[in-house]
């Protein structure tokens, strides 16, 4: 059984190595290569979070038919948010979320699979964001969210679920789904 986990972990470690070789490479405007580590990794994070899920993690994503964005209240920050989307400058709010993610082992804990995998789609839809392919990228957000939700690494307030819901919004406001996206946000800032 050791074995099996010392295997794991090597391609958990292989995971995070590949990603970040994407990051480079997004990070430097190397598209096709980006998005050729970014699908090698996704790869082999599925074999690796097939080896890792509990069982009642997979019988949670199996069952999981459709992912629903939780429903808000208005509040203040929500309008402020609203108020920099409605003049347009949607771009701005756009700052802190659009910047691909590097992994990075945890000293003594190794990689988390599933939070491994969730980094690895978001990387993908940052990619296609880039590549101005919104429908593909919001596929790899919609991929990312219930992983993210159920990951250790992402509880309450934890950025990758934010980021995710943020930049779900920002393809939904580009679209022209402006009620759709507000709810999105709303929903990021609840989580926060």
Not at 125 to 143: I, K, P, T, V
Request: proline share 3%; hydrophobic share 40%.
């Amino acid at each position: 059984m050791a074995h099996g986990n010392d295997q794991a972990e090597a391609v958990a470690e292989e995971v995070v190595s590949i990603n970040n070789a994407g990051v480079i490479c997004l990070e430097a405007g190397k598209l096709a290569e980006a998005a050729r580590y970014f699908q090698h990794a996704l790869a082999l994070s599925n074999d690796t979070s097939r080896i890792a899920l509990s069982r009642a993690q997979h019988n949670y994503l199996s069952d999981f038919s459709q992912i629903e964005i939780p429903s808000f209240s208005p509040d203040h920050k929500a309008a402020n948010m609203a108020h920099i989307y409605q003049r347009g400058e949607y771009d701005e709010g756009m700052n802190t979320f659009s910047s691909p993610v590097r992994l990075e082992k945890n000293l003594g804990l190794g990689v988390d699979h599933l939070s491994a995998k969730v980094i690895v789609l978001y990387n993908m839809g940052q990619l296609h964001l880039r590549l101005n392919e919104d429908n593909s990228a919001a596929e790899f957000f919609y991929e990312a969210l219930p992983l993210a939700q159920m990951s250790p690494n992402n509880s309450r307030g934890s950025s990758s679920l934010i980021a995710i819901l943020h930049n779900l919004g920002h393809i939904q406001y580009r679209i022209g789904n402006h009620n759709e996206a507000m709810s999105t946000y709303a929903s990021a800032l609840t989580v926060a």
